[in-house]
Nanobody
Framework: QVQLVESGGGLVQPGGSLRLSCASS????????MAWFRQAPEKEREFVAT????????YYADSVKGRFTISRDNAKNTVYLQIDTLKPEDTALYYC?????????????????WGQGTQVTVSS
């Protein structure tokens, strides 16, 4: 069983930055593909970014490419999402997710472990 706990969200002005963290309790964290998704009010959950189990491969949604950076520290059982140049449309509840063998790294249905989410609000 893997438990995921996100942190680092908050209220930030447009153009600002945040770093989200997702800590895992599992002892096999290094075997999991990790991803970040987000869900804005009255919208479906959408893929943001994913990182391979080793950290050598990353992939981003077009809407965040160049502004978001996903990374992981397997020694600390933690995955990060650095968010720069925040825009109001980035406002959402951000979730991290884990899977040992996702059939589609961008699909929420591929991930079987989820955190509770951390809220990011971008507003002046």
């Amino acid at each position: 069983q893997v438990q995921l706990v996100e942190s680092g969200g908050g209220l930030v002005q447009p153009g600002g930055s945040l770093r989200l963290s997702c800590a895992s309790s599992g002892r096999t964290f290094g075997s999991y593909v990790m991803a970040w998704f987000r869900q804005a009010p009255e919208k479906e959950r959408e893929f943001v970014a994913t990182v391979s189990s080793s950290g050598s491969y990353t992939y981003y949604a077009d809407s965040v490419k160049g502004r978001f950076t996903i990374s992981r520290d397997n020694a600390k059982n933690t995955v990060y999402l650095q968010i720069d140049t925040l825009k109001p449309e980035d406002t959402a509840l951000y979730y991290c997710a884990a899977s040992q063998s996702p059939y589609d790294m961008t699909s929420a249905t591929s991930y079987n472990y989820w955190g509770q989410g951390t809220q990011v609000t971008v507003s002046s």
